[in-house]
């Protein structure tokens, strides 16, 4: 009956000049709720970080996460509401990361978010947390439409994908294993600058030399991509220092490391965008913030006559202003109306 009737309620929002969404991202460390009006214009977005408890662990740890998003989420929600000087009542509809992510911490913001959407009967839209990430660009770009080519690369999920509209995503290529992000994490670790890694390889990489060949490509004629060999491979020749004795040539590593990575990447992504004839290449996740990354891909989208949009850093990590924005496309088109039993789903297809 809820459902039935939201669909009805929708209908009428499809209809109004300007349509506000309150949006809601708890995946993973990150409590955000942002309030975002048309898709494209961020009133505010909230963000409680919990990267100085989980570098204690050396990683995030689920149960902790679970535990400080019930903590933070109530007050996100005050400082976002305030910040973008609206109430409740004046929100068309709550949208909500329903997957993929850790199950615990997305369980609190979909238990946060039906609660919200069923006590002032306003609809609950899902959103894909994967496909939100590209929506970010939406509200940097503000005359940015689709088709396009994009790559989403972050801690959880690498992906070639083209999108064909706001809504629907076609894959095209995929990691076969590790995330870039993840990879970044573990060779962090194994060289000691601990967590977060991709940040602090980053920094590291630009004070060393690409000359360290770990392995070859072998998915080189693929849109697919691998990185547990390349991680693997550092990790090998870490510990055949160590045996050694001899002094591990951190920034090198990361420069060598990030270069294998990355090239591999933007060279994928730009031959998606020549093989499908698209002009526009756009990137997303947290690990768009990369600066290497960025870097070869405007250099190398100049090159080939392809036009290259990145999000701000604020909106590279996970933030609920994408999964508003995303959330406000889904209403318009009707995808992602749900019913007050949503559930939290830890993988998910994009």
Do not use: W
């Not at 004070?207 to 390349?230: E, M, P, Q, R, T």
């Not at 508003?324 to 496309?329: R, W």
């Amino acid at each position: 009956m809820y459902k039935e009737e939201m669909l009805k309620v929708c209908d009428e929002i499809q209809k109004k000049s300007d349509v506000l969404i309150l949006g809601i991202e708890s995946s993973c460390d990150e409590t955000s709720i942002a309030v975002v009006k048309n898709g494209r214009e961020v009133l505010s977005n909230t963000v409680s970080s919990q990267i100085d408890i989980h570098t204690r662990f050396g990683g995030v740890v689920p149960e902790v996460a679970s535990r400080n998003h019930i903590e933070a989420i109530q007050s996100v929600l005050n400082t976002s509401l305030t910040e973008a000087g609206v109430k409740l009542e004046d929100i068309d509809a709550i949208a909500v990361t329903y997957g993929a992510g850790l199950i615990g911490a997305l369980m609190v913001g979909v238990s946060f978010a039906k609660s919200l959407a069923y006590a002032l009967n306003k609809p609950l839209i899902a959103v894909n947390h994967i496909k939100g990430h590209m929506s970010a660009n939406y509200i940097e770009h503000k005359d940015l439409q689709p088709p396009f080519i994009g790559l989403i690369v972050s801690g959880g999920h690498t992906a070639i994908v083209e999108v064909q509209n706001y809504v629907n995503q076609k894959l095209i290529g995929s990691t076969l294993d590790d995330a870039i992000g993840e990879a970044y994490d573990k060779v962090a670790r194994v060289i000691g600058l601990g967590y977060p890694g991709g940040p602090k390889v980053d920094k590291c990489a630009k004070l060393g030399k690409n000359n360290i060949k770990f392995v070859k490509d072998a998915l080189k004629n693929s849109f697919d991509c691998s990185f547990s060999g390349l991680k693997t491979a550092v990790i090998n020749y870490v510990n055949s220092l160590n045996q050694k004795g001899k002094e591990i040539p951190v920034n090198d590593i990361c420069a060598s490391f990030q270069a294998q990575s990355v090239d591999g990447l933007v060279e994928r992504a730009l031959k998606a965008c020549k093989k499908f004839n698209y002009k526009k290449l756009c990137v997303a996740g947290g690990v768009s913030a990369n600066s290497y990354l960025r870097e070869r891909l405007m250099t190398r989208g100049k090159q080939e006559g392809i036009e290259i949009f990145v999000p701000s850093l604020k909106l590279c990590t996970d933030n609920a202003a994408m999964i508003a924005s995303l959330g406000y496309f889904n209403l318009m088109n009707n995808v992602g109306i749900s019913d007050i039993d949503l559930d939290a789903v830890s993988n998910i297809e994009i």
